[in-house]
């Protein structure tokens, strides 16, 4: 496939008669979340998810959760996802189908794009870059980039090639969401495995040349696990590791995966991790919980049948 924009205009009458045609399963749940599964040519499977969010307005507004890849290299302790270890990366028009699917399928109106489902984005940034540009094609889906979030374990080296697309005109307002989920190196490493790469000292000098670049906050999101990283001391550290970084914090109670070692955590201590942070005069929201039913919330994405594929070597690529 061409790297060229123009390239993308592939959201045309062909692909709504293609759409139709595919093999796509889904489940839908009370809080009117959808989440599908695609098979793709090669009969690997990826998941995705519409999610109902309602605004600041009260206007409902639809998100579409987008895959970047089959499964993830990543081995982050608590994510589903990261059980499966890397089947192979998306490419542009794999991810652009999704949009396409929630579009035709579905017969549904998407209003923001979360690169937040199966995957690192930035493990595939080249590609997650090219469907960003499809997604703001005029000629195609049309969504601002405004209404576009990337969210990463902390890939350095794919912040900044993404910083390089959001520096151009036209994709100034890409927003980057940081998977921080630690107040502490020793705590980070234990659950996500990129940090003994990448510590947490490397990742926020990354974050602090992205602001001085680009004028939108960085969403923090940290996963809150009971007996792992829910004392008010990781708040505490957690702030201070923040400090004066233009960012706001995305509190997201843990959804178990299957066979998790931990629950979920009661809405009073997400409470109190969330009022400790506040008490530091950083903006902190908790994240609302959609899809826990059906497998489909923040860390819950992938399919059983897909761990059965055959995984990418991580050495070879």
């Not at 081995?75 to 996802?81: K, Q, S, Y």
């Not at 794009?113 to 590609?127: K, S, W």
């Not at 969401?177 to 947490?200: K, Q, Y």
Request: hydrophobic share 40%; proline share 6%; with cysteine.
């Amino acid at each position: 496939m061409s790297a060229e924009p123009a390239s993308l205009g592939w959201m045309q009458a062909p692909d709504h008669h293609h759409v139709k045609e595919l093999d796509i399963r889904h489940d839908r749940a009370e809080d009117g979340t959808i989440k599908f599964l695609a098979r793709l040519e090669d009969g690997h499977d990826i998941e995705s998810v519409i999610l109902p969010l309602k605004g600041r307005t009260g206007r409902l507004r639809r998100t579409l959760c987008l895959s970047s890849q089959v499964g993830c290299a990543m081995g982050c302790t608590f994510c589903e996802t990261a059980q499966m270890g890397l089947v192979r990366s998306l490419t542009p028009k794999e991810i652009l189908l999704q949009w396409s699917i929630a579009r035709y399928r579905f017969d549904t109106m998407i209003d923001n794009i979360v690169f937040m489902g199966m995957g690192e984005p930035l493990d595939n940034v080249e590609a997650v870059i090219e469907s960003i540009r499809g997604l703001v094609d005029q000629r195609g889906p049309s969504i601002a980039s405004s209404r576009i979030g990337v969210s990463t374990v902390g890939r350095i080296d794919g912040i900044r090639k993404l910083s390089q697309l959001v520096s151009e005109p036209g994709f100034g307002r890409v927003r980057l969401a940081v998977s921080v989920n630690a107040p502490n190196d020793d705590i980070r490493s234990s659950i996500m495995p990129l940090n003994r790469a990448m510590p947490m000292s490397d990742l926020r000098d990354s974050l602090v040349e992205w602001t001085s670049t680009h004028r939108w906050p960085i969403l923090i999101e940290y996963v809150l696990i009971p007996g792992v990283n829910d004392q008010v001391e990781h708040a505490d550290q957690l702030a201070s590791w923040v400090g004066d970084l233009p960012s706001r914090i995305n509190l997201i109670p843990y959804n178990p995966r299957r066979d998790s070692p931990w629950p979920s955590p009661s809405d009073e201590l997400v409470e109190a991790f969330r009022t400790a942070l506040a008490s530091h005069g950083l903006p902190v929201n908790r994240r609302i919980t959609l899809g826990r039913s059906l497998m489909a919330a923040c860390g819950q994405l992938g399919s059983e049948e897909i761990r059965k594929r055959k995984l990418v070597n991580i050495n070879s690529r």
